[in-house]
């Protein structure tokens, strides 16, 4: 089973139902199959920039609290299954992590880039493809507050 939920969701979630406090993981950081630190899911790596590099690069680098969204996944799986991998992968405009739970279970996050426009908006229209089921995908359900 697949879950994809946007970044929204943390706060949604936090309003209507407790999400638990993290806990100690050990969790595995990737991207294109090469194992990473932490620090580098927030920073852009998908390629390089001819004009104002280093501009372009904070314009696409995301700051997130990975613990909190590792419990997010948790509150949204059947059993609480912690998250124990993380794999980016990204465009110029989006990371999107598959997270993998200890029981298996794959959830994919999908984090805007600040350079894609508000986030509310940027992920709208690809979460409502997803629930309403316009593209055949072997997703259960998509998660956006």
Known sequence: MRVVFTEATVQGLRRNRKIPASMAR???????????SEDALFQYSNGCFLKDEKQQFLKRRVNFDVRKLCDVVAFLTKNGASVCKI?????GFSKALLMTTEDGMEVVAKIPCP???RAKY???SEAAVLQYGVVSLPLARAVQS
Do not use: H
Request: net charge negative.
């Open 26 to 36: 050990d969790l595995s950081f990737s991207c294109r199959g090469q194992s990473i």
């Open 87 to 91: 794999d980016k992968m990204e465009g």
């Open 115 to 117: 350079n894609a426009g």
């Open 122 to 124: 940027s992920t709208a």
